[in-house]
């Protein structure tokens, strides 16, 4: 019984250290794009990586990087941003509308005058889901 | 000739009437005393008058309305300028009493004095017959007459006048009479004067003693004889004197007291009862009476005189009640009354004057308090009435001419107004003495103006002014807009105060701002219950942005939360990304307006905070 509750606590405790979902690997993750919003320093811990499949819905390209909102499938009315820096070369052409799988690392980067942009997830790569 | 008769029935001394009606200008010690007419400001100056143009010293003449002058009161000396003299302000009510007297007395229409009338009217045909034909009328004639003229006295109508013409004929005859006897007296001293001469002629031829004796006696008794004589003769001229004075001062009392049938009677039997031939008045030189008479003609007044002013002043006042009869029936109140006037002025005893009908009497009567009215409602200048009345009056009487009624007091009227105009200006610009002035100024000009009580009401508020300002302050800097803009009338003072001017009209622009937005936004949530709210809501925030003091507003407050939680979901996405910010996570922040534009694709709040923190992750190093 004791084994039985050292095991509970042992699970409970790997559930919370990490956001819903799984690191990085080779299928999509369960993501919240509402937890994320309310509570992204939890959500988003710097180095953490995901894979997500989500739609393209919007495209905004400032200088020579990109912020891409995508929806997952999970809840169609939330949009993930998603940084596509300028130096960042993707496999894949992103276009509105269409689907891809984005392997995401969630960062924490800096302005010009120094001070912390938190939880920011830049785009590793993409790939077709098709 | 009747504006003479008029003079001297105006005459002092005369009557009562008369004096009352005395024009200060006919007395040369008041009029040599007294000071020239102020132009005191309360008096009433009539714009329409104007002194002749050749003469600037002049008088400015009265202007004439309802056919007379317009009297004009001088408070300075208590007199109207009224008809080219100056008259007392309460002798002339006198005048105004006598005439209304007459319009409400009865007309005499009783038998008796169809009866007077008719014996009068016998008696000046028989003595104008002998007029004519220049026969004499005998002793018994005359006496006949005294006898009806005594009768007559009794009659009312006649206020014993004809008693004291019975008594004047009676009293000049017996007088003659007298004379006559003292003549037969002095013819038989004569022959007794012849007797005594011859006897004591033929006693002078033997001269003894006794015969001496009577001499002396005889020459004694002639002397005392002559003596008789000449005292009889001198009571004949003294008693005939006597008694012309008599009757010529009674004569004239009757044309003085207008009793015109008396004065014609008594001039044509005159030289019936004084045969001397001589006619002319034995009345005291340069006397009032004397002055009158001679004013006529510039002659020694003689009876005939009298005679014709006598007839002369019958006959006008018989034309002047035809033409009274006259205009009545062409409904010319205004002419009728005038005519009237003079009618009751000159002769006022005459029979067709007595007897004018009494629903003639009426309508004049009317119309005539209608014009003391409007007189006394100039004096006054309530202006109010003046328009009334002169409405009732133009009902009364088509032809009268009210424009010039009309017209002066819609002029002072105006005048008045706008001095209550510039009171309030100066009101408002805080000058109290122009204020005071102008309000003066008005009231003077139009006592019973009602804009006046307006302006009793500013200046009330103009003395509370100071704790109005003071609550001003104090709620602006309480910055409780709302409760100004609610009272804004009671703070409209405030603008006497520059600066307070300005936050005035800055709070009445804001909260009216607010309002119609408030309202404008109230029918666009109402038409997108989904996106109307946010929109609403947008729009409340971006105002508070450009006018911070719209927060202080509770009706503002109030709808700004209310469109916040009709529209939560969009607010708290807002909020949400606004506190993401503050703790810098600016990936959440941005999901949390790309949420916000998600449930309100227009909203410039979440566009802009999307660009703004876009912005911020792109330039940021990784």
């Given at each position: 019984m004791v084994i039985g509750g050292v095991v509970l606590l042992a699970g409970a405790g790997f559930f919370f250290s990490s956001p819903s979902g799984k690191r990085s690997s080779g299928k999509p993750q369960d993501f919240s794009i509402r937890e994320y919003r309310n509570d992204g320093?939890?959500?988003?811990?710097?180095?953490?990586?995901?894979?997500?499949?989500?739609?393209?819905?919007?495209?905004?390209?400032?200088?020579?990087?990109?912020?891409?909102?995508?929806?997952?499938?999970?809840?169609?009315?939330?949009?993930?941003?998603?940084?596509v820096a300028k130096d960042t070369v993707l496999d894949v052409n992103l276009t509105r509308k269409d689907s891809f799988l984005f392997e995401v690392e969630c960062r924490t980067g800096r302005d010009s005058s120094g001070n912390e942009v938190k939880g920011i997830l830049v785009v590793k790569n993409a790939d077709s889901t098709k | 000739m009747k504006r003479r008769i008029l003079t001297m029935?105006?005459?002092?001394?005369?009557?009562?009437?008369?004096?009352?009606?005395?024009?200060?200008?006919?007395?040369?010690?008041?009029?040599?005393?007294?000071?020239?007419?102020?132009?005191?400001?309360?008096?009433?100056?009539?714009?329409?008058?104007?002194?002749?143009?050749?003469?600037?010293?002049?008088?400015?003449?009265?202007?004439?309305?309802?056919?007379?002058?317009?009297?004009?009161?001088?408070?300075?000396?208590?007199?109207?300028?009224?008809?080219?003299?100056?008259?007392?302000?309460?002798n002339n009510a006198v005048v105004r009493a006598k005439f209304e007297a007459y319009l409400h007395g009865t007309p005499d229409t009783s038998e008796e004095t169809r009866l007077y009338s008719k014996k009068i009217e016998k008696i000046l045909k028989y003595v104008r017959g002998h007029y004519k034909s220049q026969q004499a009328i005998g002793s018994d004639a005359l006496v006949q007459i005294g006898k009806t003229l005594y009768s007559l006295s009794e009659v009312p109508t006649d206020g014993q006048h004809s008693g004291v013409l019975a008594s004047c004929i009676v009293t000049a005859l017996d007088a003659q009479r007298a004379n006559r006897t003292r003549t037969i007296e002095n013819s038989k001293i004569n022959k007794e004067l012849d007797s005594l001469a011859r006897a004591t002629n033929n006693l002078s031829k033997s001269k003894t003693t006794n015969n001496s004796f009577l001499v002396a006696y005889n020459t004694k008794k002639m002397a005392q004889k002559q003596a008789d004589q000449a005292k009889n003769a001198a009571t004949n001229v003294q008693s005939e004197l006597a008694a012309k004075v008599s009757y010529q001062s009674n004569m004239v009392a009757f044309l003085l007291m207008r009793r015109y049938d008396h004065a014609v009677i008594a001039s044509r039997v005159y030289r019936h009862v004084f045969h001397d031939g001589d006619n002319t008045m034995k009345i005291e030189k340069d006397s009032k009476a004397d002055q009158f008479l001679k004013s006529t003609t510039g002659l020694p007044p003689t009876v005939n005189t009298v005679d014709a002013l006598a007839n002369e002043a019958r006959t006008s006042v018989d034309k002047h009640m035809e033409a009274v009869h006259s205009m009545l029936a062409q409904n010319k109140l205004g002419e009728a009354t005038q005519h009237l006037i003079e009618a009751v002025a000159i002769g006022e005893h005459m029979i067709s004057v007595l007897t004018f009908p009494v629903e003639g009497r009426r309508r004049v009567a009317e119309y005539w308090s209608l014009r003391k009215r409007a007189l006394t409602a100039l004096n006054a200048r309530d202006y109010g009435t003046v328009d009334e009345i002169a409405a009732k009056m133009k009902s009364l009487d088509v032809e009268f001419d009210d424009s010039m009624l009309l017209s002066y007091s819609a002029g002072k009227k105006r005048q008045s107004d706008l001095c209550i105009r510039n009171a309030r200006k100066a009101l408002l610009a805080g000058d109290d003495e122009e204020f005071n002035r102008c309000i003066t100024e008005a009231g003077t000009i139009w006592p019973l103006n009602p804009n006046l009580d307006a302006s009793a009401k500013h200046l009330e508020e103009f003395d509370n002014n100071s704790s109005v300002l003071a609550e001003f302050r104090t709620l602006f800097a309480r910055k409780e807009y709302r409760t100004i803009f609610k009272e804004q009338e009671r703070f409209e003072c405030v603008a006497a105060d520059p600066e307070l001017k300005t936050q005035y009209k800055e709070v009445i622009l804001v909260i009216s701002t607010i309002d119609a937005m408030l309202k404008q936004l109230e029918s666009v949530a109402d038409q997108d219950r989904v996106m109307g709210p946010c929109i609403a809501y947008e729009k409340l925030v971006e105002y508070r942005t450009t006018e911070p003091r719209c927060a202080e507003d509770p009706a503002y407050k109030d709808a700004l939360n209310m469109y916040a939680?009709?529209?939560?979901?969009?607010?708290?996405?807002?909020?949400?990304?606004?506190?993401?910010?503050?703790?810098?996570?600016?990936?959440?922040?941005?999901?949390?307006?790309?949420?916000?534009?998600?449930?309100?694709?227009?909203?410039?709040?979440?566009?802009?905070?999307?660009?703004?923190?876009?912005?911020?992750?792109?330039?940021?190093?990784?």
């Open positions: 320093s939890r959500m988003a811990v710097p180095g953490n990586r995901y894979l997500l499949e989500g739609r393209v819905e919007n495209i905004e390209t400032i200088g020579n990087s990109r912020i891409v909102a995508v929806s997952l499938k999970n809840n169609r009315n939330e949009r993930l941003p998603l940084l | 029935l105006l005459m002092p001394g005369v009557c009562c009437i008369a004096q009352a009606q005395m024009p200060v200008s006919q007395a040369p010690a008041q009029q040599q005393s007294a000071p020239p007419p102020a132009q005191s400001p309360s008096q009433p100056q009539l714009d329409i008058s104007g002194a002749p143009a050749n003469n600037p010293n002049a008088e400015p003449a009265n202007p004439k309305l309802l056919g007379m002058e317009i009297p004009l009161l001088d408070p300075s000396n208590d007199t109207i300028s009224y008809n080219g003299g100056k008259f007392d302000v309460g939680q009709k529209a939560h979901d969009f607010v708290q996405a807002l909020r949400d990304a606004e506190e993401c910010e503050n703790r810098r996570e600016f990936g959440s922040a941005l999901s949390n307006y790309y949420r916000a534009l998600c449930l309100y694709p227009k909203s410039t709040l979440a566009g802009q905070g999307a660009s703004k923190v876009s912005d911020i992750i792109v330039k940021a190093q990784y």
